[in-house]
Nanobody, 124 residues
Framework: QVQLVESGGGLVQAGGSLRLSCAAS????????MGWFRQAPGKEREFVAR????????VYADSVKGRFTISRDNGKNTVYVQMNSLKPEDTAVYYC?????????????????WGQGTQVTVSS
């Protein structure tokens, strides 16, 4: 069992930056592939980025590529996403998620544990 707690959300102007953090409980954090998703009102939850167990491999959605950077610190049981050049369309609740069962998780159904989410609002 893993518990995930996100932090770092808030209100920012377009063009600004935020860094989200996700702290995980337990001693097996390094066994999980970690991901970030987001969900805007009235829309489905969408993939943002994921990072391998060691942190050596990352995957991004096209919509955030070049602007967002996912990273992890296995010693601190924490995964981050640095979000730069934010746009109003980045406004959403952001969730971190952990996958244990899948070697290459993609959709939300392939992630086993979820945080409660943190709101990011980008004003124009």
């Amino acid at each position: 069992q893993v518990q995930l707690v996100e932090s770092g959300g808030g209100l920012v102007q377009a063009g600004g930056s935020l860094r989200l953090s996700c702290a995980a409980s337990g001693r097996t954090f390094s066994r999980y592939i970690m991901g970030w998703f987001r969900q805007a009102p009235g829309k489905e939850r969408e993939f943002v980025a994921r990072i391998s167990r060691s942190g050596g491999s990352t995957v991004y959605a096209d919509s955030v590529k070049g602007r967002f950077t996912i990273s992890r610190d296995n010693g601190k049981n924490t995964v981050y996403v640095q979000m730069n050049s934010l746009k109003p369309e980045d406004t959403a609740v952001y969730y971190c998620a952990a996958s244990f069962r899948h070697a290459d998780p993609g959709p939300p159904s392939e992630f086993d544990y979820w945080g409660q989410g943190t709101q990011v609002t980008v004003s124009s």
